[in-house]
């Protein structure tokens, strides 16, 4: 437990250590600096796999972090009926951003539903758009399949991939220091799901890890990042229950059905639960979701981040919103503008060293937070957050 606190410490007098040195600055903010595209705004465009609990909070934040430095004006968001859905986050963006710089058009936002028809249609729209209209001037891919999807030599409009599980694994880019596309760039942390399985087993030394996801495809053990989990399995000790809940090619109610399933199978043959990406999770279905470890008093690890466990999962790393992430991606974007090439600028971005934690759902399965890690929370919840429950 001390090591994992020291390594804490360390993480975070590296960020000290990093720091550009004296007279960076100034050429820092000119890299950043507001301008127009030789007159006109620059236009956005925004692909998605499809609704995810994550990417309207990725897309806020970054609209904040914009505003922030200064490409548009200040903004309060207004809350969504839908909270996984994106769509009427972005009609309301279109219609209400106010700025000299920046517009995110109406018509350039895809969502492909996580239905492989649709994608096939929207990628010819999209190709169609990108390079014959060429109204686009950069495209926000968010998550791994709308990055597999745009990460290519089939148009050049600069791409930015946000919120993927692992982009290297996936295919989307080269490495982590190369895209492996002029026109690419995605977010690589490379060590984040190790470092999250290495800092649940500190807490609890857990000998049987639960894990529920889509065995049979490439994009469902990327999700869950099985790879990395094993490798740390190997390491401590532990090992690995999993169970097969398919979520492609499926409606949403039988991924929801099927991850609730293996929920509740899984539940009585393990001592710890990591709740990975999986196109069955909302905020809506948490609180089934979750009810069979309360039940079993087992300690559950949010793979996502803070919404999780705002909702009820014990611990993840905090988030902050995607304050910290959105700021690094709002910075690439500036500099895409100011003529850098996507490929040249850096991926790598790891989240702040911060746990998340839910007080409530500790009580619930009878766990008493140490002082220490209490210390070492950013985001501490009381109670646990309630979502309505909408027709899909």
């Not at 869950?224 to 740390?232: G, S």
């Amino acid at each position: 437990m001390q090591f994992f606190f020291n390594r804490l410490l360390l993480s975070l007098l590296m960020v000290v250590l990093i720091l550009p040195p004296c007279g960076s600055a100034e050429t820092e903010k000119d890299l950043t600096t507001p301008i127009t595209n030789q007159g006109k705004k620059w236009r956005i465009g925004y692909l998605e796999g499809g609704p995810y609990i994550n990417y309207p909070t990725n897309l806020r934040a970054l609209v904040t972090a914009l505003a922030e430095l200064g490409w548009l004006e200040s903004v309060d968001i207004p809350q969504q009926a839908d909270e996984n859905d994106t769509r009427k986050l972005w009609e309301w963006l279109a219609g209400n951003i106010k700025s000299r710089y920046v517009e995110f058009p109406a018509d350039a936002y895809w969502s492909n539903n996580w239905d492989n028809t649709i994608q096939e249609k929207s990628r010819k729209k999209i190709l169609a758009r990108l390079n014959q209209k060429k109204d686009i001037d950069l495209m926000i891919a968010m998550g791994t399949k709308a990055g597999q999807e745009l990460a290519n030599n089939d148009h050049r409009v600069p791409t930015l991939v946000l919120s993927s599980s692992n982009p290297v694994q996936s295919g989307i880019i080269k490495g982590i220091d190369d895209s492996g596309f002029d026109h690419v760039n995605a977010r690589v942390d490379p060590t984040r799901y190790e470092r999250q399985i290495r800092i649940f087993h500190s807490i609890f030394n857990f000998q049987k890890l639960g894990i529920v996801y889509e065995q049979n495809t490439p994009d469902g053990k990327t999700y869950a990042a099985i790879d990395e989990v094993e490798k740390v399995a190997r390491e401590l000790h532990f090992e690995i229950v999993p169970c097969n809940a398919p979520f492609s090619n499926v409606s949403m109610e039988e991924a929801q059905k099927a991850l609730l399933e293996c929920h509740q199978t899984i539940a009585p043959k393990v001592d710890a639960f990591y709740l990975t990406v999986h196109r069955g999770v909302s905020l809506q279905n948490m609180p089934a979701l979750l009810k069979p470890f309360y039940d079993r008093k087992i300690p559950v690890f949010s793979q996502t981040g803070s919404s999780e466990v705002e909702h009820g999962v014990l611990l993840s790393i905090a988030r902050a919103n995607f304050k910290y992430v959105a700021m690094f991606h709002a910075t690439t974007i500036a500099r895409i503008f100011h003529g850098a090439e996507p490929r040249k600028l850096n991926q790598i971005f790891e989240d702040p060293p911060r746990i998340a934690i839910n007080l409530k759902a500790a009580q619930i399965i009878g766990y008493d937070p140490s002082v220490d890690i209490l210390g070492a929370a950013d985001e501490i919840y009381d109670t646990i957050r309630k979502c309505e429950i909408k027709n899909q």
